[in-house]
């Protein structure tokens, strides 16, 4: 039997997983309004989709649904705004 006190530490995991993923929701949002991501740091988002790959591997890994959707979202989020931000840079150039 499981216990108890694991459902309160998923509830934990599951607040913070919600809180930090929607942290990127303000910003992508923001970038569709204004049609640009030029402020937005590259080298930030990269980084950024690559630690969220690397926590998606480790929730797949030890079976955790909170870490893998947490992780899947984040990733649709942060790789919206590094499209938008690359599409942006590649207009820049042009």
């Known amino acids: 039997m499981a216990n108890p006190g694991d459902f309160w530490?998923?509830?934990i995991g599951v607040g913070a997983a919600?809180?930090?993923t929607l942290s990127f929701l303000p910003q992508?949002?923001?970038i569709w309004r204004n049609g640009s991501a030029r402020d937005v740091s590259l080298t930030m988002y990269l980084m950024m989709f690559a630690g969220q790959?690397?926590?998606l591997t480790y929730g797949v890994v030890i079976?955790?649904?909170s870490l893998i959707l947490a992780n899947v979202s984040a990733l649709l989020l942060v790789?919206?705004?590094l499209?938008?931000?690359l599409r942006d840079r590649a207009a820049a150039v042009k």
Do not use: Q
């Open 9 to 11: 530490v998923e509830v």
């Open 53 to 55: 790959t690397l926590w």
């Open 28 to 30: 992508a949002l923001r």
């Open 63 to 65: 079976g955790s649904a």
């Open 83 to 85: 499209l938008l931000k």
């Open 18 to 20: 919600c809180l930090t």
């Open 79 to 81: 790789g919206s705004v």
